[in-house]
């Protein structure tokens, strides 16, 4: 345009670095961090705040529900016990990836320890004590689903970082493709995309459709 237009804007800007210290080692720039620095807010990491973690489960559990058509009740205590144990390096999102997992595997009426195997370095047995023995059964039920399912899709490399998309896109193609016996239309149903994307995707990544029919 030729002429100025005035505009009114907010910006909402985050990170997860020191950016004061960042100015004075010269690695961000002094008047761009007191032009952003207005009105600060400390969002400390989920380990520093574990009594939110219940209801975080409560609210990823019925949106879950509601996104994937379950009806999980909840979480069992022995289950939050165990989420609130845990020190979640990815933080939130690290949280919803795993009841999201947890919703579309489970197979009883409330969240169990087992159906949270990529808490890496946690022993779900140590947490089945506290539940009646029909929920570890089902627990354990559930796990046998995810391994005659291909395993489940794990979102973290065992370092705690997000794996590619690429990787998790694949591997979660391959689960629901597995999960629903090679019925394309089914799995294109439930993963929200059209059956000529799905098909394109199952050739990019080299997925072998033959075998889960024949499974």
């Given at each position: 345009?030729?002429?100025?237009?005035?505009?009114d804007v907010?910006?909402?800007?985050a990170?997860?670095?020191d950016?004061a210290?960042?100015?004075?080692?010269?690695?961000?720039?002094?008047?761009?961090?007191?032009r952003?620095n207005?009105f600060p807010i400390e969002a400390?990491p989920?380990?520093?705040?574990?009594?939110d973690?219940?209801a975080?489960?409560?609210h990823?559990i019925?949106?879950?529900?509601?996104?994937?058509?379950?009806?999980?009740k909840?979480?069992?205590p022995?289950?939050?016990?165990?989420?609130?144990?845990h020190e979640?390096?990815?933080?939130v999102?690290?949280?919803?990836?795993?009841?999201?997992?947890a919703?579309?595997?489970c197979?009883?009426?409330?969240l169990?320890?087992?159906?949270?195997?990529?808490?890496?370095?946690?022993?779900p047995?140590?947490?089945?004590?506290?539940?009646?023995?029909?929920?570890?059964?089902?627990?354990?039920?559930?796990?046998?689903?995810?391994?005659?399912?291909s395993?489940?899709?794990?979102?973290?490399d065992?370092?705690?970082h997000?794996r590619?998309?690429?990787?998790?896109?694949?591997?979660l193609?391959?689960?629901?493709?597995?999960?629903?016996?090679?019925h394309?239309?089914?799995?294109?149903?439930?993963?929200g995309?059209?059956r000529?994307?799905l098909?394109r995707?199952?050739?990019?990544?080299d997925?072998?459709?033959?075998?889960?029919?024949a499974?």
């Amino acid at each position: 345009a030729k002429r100025p237009v005035k505009v009114d804007v907010r910006i909402v800007s985050a990170t997860n670095r020191d950016l004061a210290e960042q100015v004075k080692d010269g690695g961000f720039r002094e008047d761009l961090f007191y032009r952003l620095n207005v009105f600060p807010i400390e969002a400390p990491p989920l380990r520093e705040r574990k009594e939110d973690v219940p209801a975080l489960v409560e609210h990823f559990i019925k949106r879950f529900n509601t996104q994937e058509g379950r009806d999980v009740k909840g979480a069992s205590p022995a289950t939050m016990h165990m989420l609130q144990d845990h020190e979640w390096p990815g933080n939130v999102r690290q949280l919803e990836n795993a009841v999201f997992r947890a919703v579309v595997l489970c197979e009883s009426d409330h969240l169990q320890p087992l159906d949270f195997p990529q808490i890496a370095g946690v022993d779900p047995a140590l947490y089945v004590a506290d539940d009646a023995p029909a929920a570890a059964a089902a627990a354990k039920s559930a796990t046998q689903v995810v391994s005659a399912a291909s395993g489940p899709v794990e979102i973290f490399d065992p370092r705690g970082h997000l794996r590619k998309l690429e990787e998790i896109e694949r591997d979660l193609i391959q689960f629901a493709i597995a999960t629903y016996s090679g019925h394309m239309s089914e799995v294109a149903r439930r993963l929200g995309i059209g059956r000529s994307t799905l098909y394109r995707k199952v050739r990019e990544h080299d997925i072998q459709v033959n075998e889960a029919r024949a499974g």
